[in-house]
């Protein structure tokens, strides 16, 4: 069973640094993504075609702005 656990653990650990790697967060800011709470930092899929997705900031975080961020092409694919 540990090996089990450990495995899991180091992909999850995986993802993240893909994650901070293709978006530059700060491993603050990753452990502060939600897929469901706007209140955290959060992706927003569009609905109409051509439109690209973004990753909305809110004001909560360190600069104190809100703000919405294009979404990069590999992110979108490690969140997809």
Not at 2 to 24: F, N, Y
Not at 57 to 65: E, L, M, R
Request: glycine share 6%; charged share 30%; hydrophobic share 40%.
């Amino acid at each position: 069973m540990p090996d089990v656990v450990g495995e899991r653990s180091s992909e999850s650990w995986k993802h993240v640094l893909q994650i901070i790697w293709e978006s530059a967060f700060r491993i603050g800011e990753v452990m502060n993504f939600s897929w469901d709470d706007d209140r955290k930092i959060h992706p927003v899929w569009p609905k109409r075609k051509g439109v690209h997705p973004t990753i909305i900031v809110p004001s909560t975080q360190k600069n104190g702005k809100a703000q919405e961020i294009p979404m990069l092409p590999g992110l979108e694919r490690i969140l997809e």
